[in-house]
């Protein structure tokens, strides 16, 4: 352990974290930018916005990966289906958009 003040440690931590958190948004912003391609895609070839298949090979990859970083895979799985679900909700008004 470090004689170092708690207050400092735990100031320093809290930075690493905003940080962190900083980066996530930027990411998942990103992600969303790819997504709604893939939706505008899908809406012009009259695909369906959910791919199940697909899905269900994600979820099986990030379990392992969150095994892999130790970050509980249960955890995974509810952080993708929360953002899939919002990335549906994107495609199927990008294919409502389309068909007006």
Not at 24 to 43: N, S, Y
Not at 67 to 72: G, H, V, Y
């Amino acid at each position: 352990m470090t004689d170092a003040d708690p207050s400092t440690i735990l100031q320093g931590l809290r930075g690493s974290i905003d940080n962190i958190d900083a980066a996530l948004i930027f990411l998942l912003a990103e992600r969303f930018r790819c997504t709604k391609q893939v939706g505008v895609l899908k809406a012009q070839h009259g695909m369906p916005a959910s791919d199940p298949a697909r899905e269900e090979q994600q979820i099986a990859r990030l379990m392992r990966l969150a095994e892999d970083a130790d970050l509980d895979p249960a955890f995974a799985q509810k952080w993708f289906n929360f953002v899939v679900a919002e990335v549906i909700r994107h495609h199927r008004s990008a294919a409502a958009e389309a068909a007006d």
